[in-house]
């Protein structure tokens, strides 16, 4: 299994002993670089869902906000989860990457509206409309 990044490169290159404890007792194949072979499961995306939240926050609380960035953006990708878009979207706007922000948000809010969270896209159309109060989206949606 490889989990591919925007550069190329997997996810778990380096790191024999993460994608061990990830995969936990299936057999899995390490080559020389590093690079997983077998196939995705459930558990692993969460585990590494777990493992780029993590990074995400220490690199926050450490005041690199680009770094935090990258890790949220790879979870949102891994997962496709709402919260992560929303995770990923307000460290963009204490990045001060506000048009990067509002596209997360709109993303965001769009996915609990489909998964029939109304309160939280409503929050999240409150965020939206903190940044950016003339946007025609969460302007309907919050009205």
């Known amino acids: ?47 590494l869902g777990q493992t780029f939240c993590r990074r995400a926050w220490r690199h926050a609380r450490k005041g690199d906000y680009r770094k935090a960035v990258l890790a949220l953006r790879e979870l949102a990708a891994i997962t496709g989860q709402a919260k992560n ?21 709109r993303q965001a809010m769009w996915l609990h509206r489909r998964i029939g969270s109304e309160g939280r896209a409503r929050t999240v159309a409150r965020m939206i409309l903190r940044v950016d109060p003339k946007d025609a989206l969460a302007t309907r949606f919050f009205a």
């Not at 194949?29 to 072979?37: C, D, F, L, P, S």
Request: charged share 25%; with cysteine; net charge positive.
């Open 85 to 105: 878009w929303v995770r990923l979207g307000d460290m963009l706007l204490r990045a001060q990457r506000n048009e990067e922000a509002l596209d997360a948000l």
């Open 1 to 47: 299994m490889c989990l591919p990044l925007d550069n190329g490169r997997c996810a778990l290159d380096g790191d024999p002993g993460l994608a061990r404890q990830l995969l936990g007792r299936r057999k899995v194949t390490v080559m020389a670089h590093y690079r997983i072979v077998s196939t995705p499961t459930t558990r692993t995306t969460v585990a």
